[in-house]
Structure formats: structure tokens, C-alpha cells
């Protein structure tokens, strides 16, 4: 079984920085595009950052320029680097991705979440 583990939420005031974690462990062959969502209550779940395989990196336009994805292929994590945080950025931050295990086709999976709250 493969499971996807975020950490690295909580609270912060306005302008400052988080840095979160997802970890894919299990029997893992292989990792394609992961990326990063986020739902606030009432709200929809958005797209905040994506990464694919070979490193091209997609941004939600509120995120632009604020907000960096990235990935360790080695330790099979992708991070999300959230500077300049606003209050609006407050949500609910899942971690999402393609895995493949060995014998099987690419499958998506989704982690369990994690809290940011930006306030003072």
C-alpha cells in the first residue's frame, strides 16, 4: 500500500513563511506528477502548485511568485515553499500525486492533509 504523509502546517502570521512536506511511503516504483491543493471551508478544493515528472512546475495565479514546489526523487518528497503568507492563504493543504508500484499501473492518491492558518 502506498500512503501519502504531509507535515509542516500550523500557524503564522501574515508575511511570514511554512515550509510543507509530503512523503509517499510504501512499495513504490515510481513517482510521476505530484502537486499541492488546498480547500478552505465553503470553498472548493483548488489547485495551489504542481510539479510533473521532468520538473515543470505549474502555479494557481493567487500563489504566483509567493509559493515554490518542489521534489527529492531520492527520499520520495515534494515540498511547498509558502512565503509572504496572507490570511487568505488559510486552508486545509493536501498533498496529491501519481504512484506507481511495482506490477502495477500509475495510480492517484491523495494524503490526509494539513492545517495553515494565517493570522496574528
Known amino acids: 500500500q502506498v500512503q501519502l504523509v504531509e507535515s509542516g502546517g500550523g ?4 508575511g511570514g513563511s511554512l515550509r510543507l ?11 510521476g506528477a505530484m502537486g499541492w491543493y488546498r480547500q478552505a471551508p465553503g470553498n472548493q478544493r483548488e489547485l495551489v502548485a504542481g510539479i510533473t515528472i521532468g520538473g515543470t512546475t505549474n502555479y494557481g495565479d493567487s500563489v504566483k511568485g ?11 518528497t515534494v515540498y511547498l515553499q509558502m512565503n509572504s503568507l496572507k490570511p ?19 495510480r492517484n492518491y491523495w494524503g490526509q492533509g494539513t492545517q495553515v492558518t494565517v493570522s496574528s
Open 66 to 76: 509567493r509559493f515554490t514546489i518542489s521534489r527529492d526523487r531520492a527520499k520520495n
Open 11 to 14: 500557524l503564522v502570521q501574515p
Open 21 to 31: 512536506s509530503c512523503a509517499a511511503s510504501g512499495s513504490i516504483f515510481a513517482m
Open 88 to 106: 487568505e492563504d488559510t486552508a486545509v493543504y493536501y498533498c496529491n500525486g501519481a504512484i506507481r508500484m511495482p506490477g502495477d499501473n500509475f
